[in-house]
């Protein structure tokens, strides 16, 4: 069955950096695009950045354009979001998706504060 697992995120200082990743079965991972969204408390889920299949076409919510980096790692079926000058606002829990389907990892919260 298709799985997407995360890892990673946490907490950390305003400026910092944290590294998300999704670990995907269950499906031809390297057939299809992928997704990173975010939900932060009481908003909606926002789309924060996608990755072609290849990698080799990529885009971002303006809100992270320069800081955060999507990639994968076709041969591992991992899907990566780099997250550098992390901002307050940044706060919120994370999720991968496979893009355009129904299938998402499980979420994990990343919290940025001093």
């Known amino acids: 069955q298709v799985q997407l697992v995360q890892s990673g995120g946490g907490l950390v200082q305003p400026g910092g950096s944290l590294r998300l990743s999704c670990a995907a079965s269950?499906?031809?991972?390297?057939?299809?695009?992928m997704s990173w969204y975010r939900q932060a408390p009481g908003k909606e889920r926002e789309l924060v950045a996608t990755?072609?299949?290849?990698?080799?076409?990529?885009n971002y919510a303006d809100s992270v354009k320069g800081r955060f980096t999507i990639s994968r790692d076709n041969a591992k079926k991992i899907v990566y979001l780099q997250m550098n000058s992390l901002k307050p606002e940044d706060t919120a829990v994370y999720y991968c998706?496979?893009?355009?389907?129904?299938?998402w990892g499980q979420g994990t919260q990343v919290t940025v504060s001093s």
């Open positions: 998706r496979w893009s355009t389907s129904d299938y």
């Open positions: 269950g499906f031809t991972f390297s057939l299809v695009a």
């Open positions: 990755i072609s299949s290849t990698g080799g076409s990529t």
